[in-house]
């Protein structure tokens, strides 16, 4: 049997790949984080679920990983399940659950889904970095902004505030001010392709002030990065040519 870790897209609903959906239709039993499992069950009444809170991430995949063990299991994760998702630590644990096969299909990330409601962000190149420093120390994340910074990426930041930590945006943008004006052109936007989308553009020593959720993706434009018409871009340069 099977275990496929589907990703939803960042909404879970028009931003789903026909791939994706065509999965979940297979699969008998629908895994995952309770926020997730709410944007499809809808869809699915006639699927076991099999649904786990925040946080205990081991568990939610070993008991996917059991459930495989006899069934097709589909785990859900928003945005894509290998950027920031459940794709790595079901590979990792796979070996203990033969003969499970694990398939990733994959999603629309938050990094593209909102960079569409901002405009094209995305458009020349660009680093992801997510400001969660569960897994993660948060010197490393601020030295890795900061490099990011230094050689003029656009900056996609994912988890940029938690309930516990409200300071870390605040924190990055002070290492990325050391390489760039507080003029540059940033954005944020707040549960993409839900209800309820949100969407700002402003300037980085405002983002610096900002309060953002963790239902946000936060974009910092490089040097190149404009605003046209209310839509944030960064040239590729073909008209700079
Ligand atoms: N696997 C997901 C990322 C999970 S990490 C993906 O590929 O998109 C969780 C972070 O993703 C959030 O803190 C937020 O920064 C971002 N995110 C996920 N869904 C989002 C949405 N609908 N709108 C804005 N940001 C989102």
Not at 196 to 210: F, K, P
Request: proline share 5%; glycine share 8%; charged share 25%.
């Amino acid at each position: 049997m099977s275990l496929y870790l589907v990703g939803l897209g960042p909404g879970g609903g028009a931003d789903m790949t026909r791939r994706a959906r065509e999965t979940l239709e297979r699969c008998t039993i629908l895994a995952g984080y309770t926020t997730y499992i709410e944007l499809i069950r809808a869809d699915y009444p006639q699927k076991e679920l099999l649904v786990t809170p925040m946080r205990r991430e081991e568990e939610r995949c070993r008991r996917a990983l059991e459930a495989a063990q006899t069934a097709d299991v589909a785990m859900v994760c928003s945005g894509d399940p290998g950027v920031y998702g459940m794709a790595g630590l079901c590979l990792e644990l796979a070996p203990e659950y033969p003969p499970v096969e694990i398939e990733v299909v994959p999603g629309v990330t938050a990094a593209t889904g909102g960079a569409a409601v901002l405009g094209a962000p995305l458009t020349h190149d660009f680093a992801v970095i997510s400001l969660s420093d569960l897994m993660t120390p948060m010197e490393l994340i601020l030295r890795r902004v900061e490099a990011a910074a230094a050689v003029d990426f656009v900056l996609c930041l994912y988890n940029p505030a938690s309930r516990a930590r409200t300071d870390h945006l605040r924190r990055a943008c002070d290492e990325i001010l050391r390489h760039r004006g507080p003029e540059t052109h940033c954005g944020w936007v707040r549960n993409a392709g839900r209800a309820g989308q949100e969407h700002r553009l402003l300037t980085l020593a405002q983002l610096r002030e900002e309060r953002v959720d963790m239902l946000t993706t936060v974009f910092v434009g490089s040097s190149q990065t404009r605003v046209v018409n209310g839509r944030l871009v960064t040239p590729r340069g073909y008209l700079q040519r």
